[in-house]
């Protein structure tokens, strides 16, 4: 069964600069991969997703994340954050061929200071 | 176009009462999913279903029940409530399993 670990579970960083939010899987087959973002009392929304080809995916908002098969994480990077960024991450993983329904991680809150 | 939506928006119940979390979308996914969010736990999966006419457990299914009578509409019953599931509750949908999921704005339920 595949599994995932948001390794921070808060990151602080100033306006204009650059972060990365760490994910990592463990699964024993092929995985599709997804970032969510989660702003004050609403619902998630699809931040970007990896799910074959080019291992960089560009997402919205300036987001960018990188699938390393063999480190099997899927770290989520902007260069340079806004304060409107500041949200709840979440990283999710589903495996291929199986059941497809995505285990997420806990959660990286991400709080941009000015 | 609303996409999902869930009702109520909040909730305060008594142990021991039953109650029913609602989710429509309008979107023609196939999927759908219920989900609880906890601090510090994530997401947690409740029940899901593929299609219409099926659901199947996730990680937490006990003391909830779903149904899934036709495609739009997804609603999770906590036949008798406990305070440990005092939490908030988000409906999700999908095109097909393997697609990203589409979520609702959330139900806050507290049991006292």
């Known amino acids: 069964a595949q599994s995932v670990t948001q390794l921070d579970s808060q990151v602080p960083v100033f306006e204009e600069a650059p972060v990365e939010l760490r994910c990592n899987y463990s699964s024993s087959v092929s995985v599709y991969l997804f970032w969510y973002v989660q702003y004050p009392n609403q619902g998630l929304q699809l931040l970007l997703k990896y799910l074959s080809g080019s291992t960089l995916v560009k997402g919205i908002n300036g987001f960018e994340a990188e699938f390393n098969k063999s480190q099997t994480s899927f770290h989520l990077r902007k260069p340079s954050v806004h304060i409107s960024d500041t949200a709840e991450y979440f990283c999710?993983?589903?495996?291929?061929?199986?059941?497809?329904?995505?285990?997420f991680g806990r959660g990286t809150s991400l709080i941009v200071h000015p | 176009i609303a996409g999902i939506t869930q009702a109520p928006t909040s909730q305060i119940l008594a142990a021991g009462r039953r109650m029913t979390l609602r989710c429509t979308q309008d979107m023609r996914h196939n999927a759908m999913y219920w989900y609880r969010q906890d601090l510090g736990l994530g997401l947690r999966l409740i029940h899901y279903?593929?299609?219409?006419?099926?659901?199947g457990k996730g990680e937490v299914p006990d003391g909830y029940s779903v149904s899934r009578a036709n495609t739009d509409d997804f609603p999770l019953t906590l036949a008798s409530a406990v305070p440990s599931q005092t939490s908030v509750y988000f409906c999700?949908?999908?095109?097909?399993?393997?697609?990203?999921?589409?979520f609702g704005p959330g139900t806050r339920l507290t049991v006292l």
């Open positions: 999710a993983v589903s495996e291929t061929g199986g059941s497809y329904i995505p285990t």
């Open positions: 279903s593929n299609t219409a006419g099926t659901t």
């Open positions: 999700a949908s999908s095109r097909d399993r393997v697609d990203e999921q589409f």
